[in-house]
């Protein structure tokens, strides 16, 4: 594998800061970044069957707790593990529907009730929703059959806008760049879900130090401007 490229894998959630900073990184690095991936994914093309299978990927950048199991497979090293963001989890329809009422858990159950149609995708978000979500909201009887998962990469937000689905779920830094959507709202905060985005080296990392470069970058205050307009809560450091 070339030295002078920089691969990275990262999730849908990071993909708007990752896009948007990609340029200063190959600036600072002198190198050509190559996305790999902007998805978890599901099945062959996942991020970890995707390290499984031993794809080079200088940087790993997905929700903390997948990164941990991924560092414990032995996949991700665990030097220089940086958590960069904060993300949470929105709702939209397609533009020019009607603005469903989520604003607090009764609204929210009265809404999933009421949708014909409900997309979910293979992340946190859809595994919040899915096992927990509905569950705490008494409705999973209801809602689950009613509820579409939305794999192979592809934005639940795409789906949405297509008029396939009537609303989608998924974390608000993935559904703000998919055009033909609106009313991106998120969750109440009493049943909302923040979920930490980090990153990592690849164990098969072609250069260990400019992949521990870059994600101190990623995680400094030059960053956190991308990181917000992308609709994520950067993390600041002391």
Known sequence: MASHEIRVMTSGAFTAAHLALLPQVEQRTGKK???VTTSVGTGDASIP???K???VADLVIVADDLLRQLIADKRVLAQGATQLARSMIGMAVRAGAPKPDIGSAD???RTLLAAKSIGYSASVSGQYLTTELVQRLGIADQVLPKC???GGGERVGAVVAR???EIGFQQMSELLPVPGIDHITPLPPEVQKVSAFTAGVGVNTTDKAAALAVIQFLASAAAHQAITA???EPI???
């Open 33 to 35: 970044v190559i996305t």
């Open 236 to 238: 600041a450091r002391a």
């Open 163 to 165: 008029g396939e689905l």
């Open 230 to 232: 992308s609709g994520l």
């Open 148 to 150: 579409r998962h939305i």
């Open 53 to 55: 299978r031993g794809e």
């Open 107 to 109: 609204a929210l159950k």
């Open 49 to 51: 069957n995707r390290l």
